[in-house]
Nanobody, 115 residues
Framework: QVQLVESGGGLVQAGGSLRLSCAASGRIFSISAMGWYRQAPGKQRELVAH???????NYANSVKGRFTISRDNAKNTVSLQMHSLKPEDTAVYYCFTISSGRDYWGVGTQVTVSS
């Protein structure tokens, strides 16, 4: 099993910044990708960003230019630096990883952006 622990959520004013972090532990053999999804109230969960083991990245159009994803392969961590936050970024952010062909999820961290 792989466990994911997220940190860094909170309340911020529009235009502000937050940094989310996620650490994976447990029976980790081969992580092919790590990233973040988010789910706002009444909406479906959507991909925010992900990064592969070769540092290839992918971002949702709504966050391009504002969010940056990075990972530390040695520490099995992934971070999401978020700038110029907007009220529509308010959501629960979930860390995920794909390890040995299986996906694992964190419990989520709340990000609230006030206008």
């Amino acid at each position: 099993q792989v466990q994911l622990v997220e940190s860094g959520g909170g309340l911020v004013q529009a235009g502000g910044s937050l940094r989310l972090s996620c650490a994976a532990s447990g029976r980790i053999f081969s992580i092919s990708a790590m990233g973040w999804y988010r789910q706002a109230p009444g909406k479906q969960r959507e991909l925010v960003a992900h990064i592969t083991s070769t540092d290839s990245t992918n971002y949702a159009n709504s966050v391009k230019g504002r969010f940056t994803i990075s990972r530390d392969n040695a520490k099995n961590t992934v971070s999401l630096q978020m700038h110029s936050l907007k009220p529509e970024d308010t959501a629960v952010y979930y860390c995920f990883t794909i390890s040995s062909g299986r996906d694992y999820w964190g419990v989520g961290t709340q990000v609230t952006v006030s206008s």
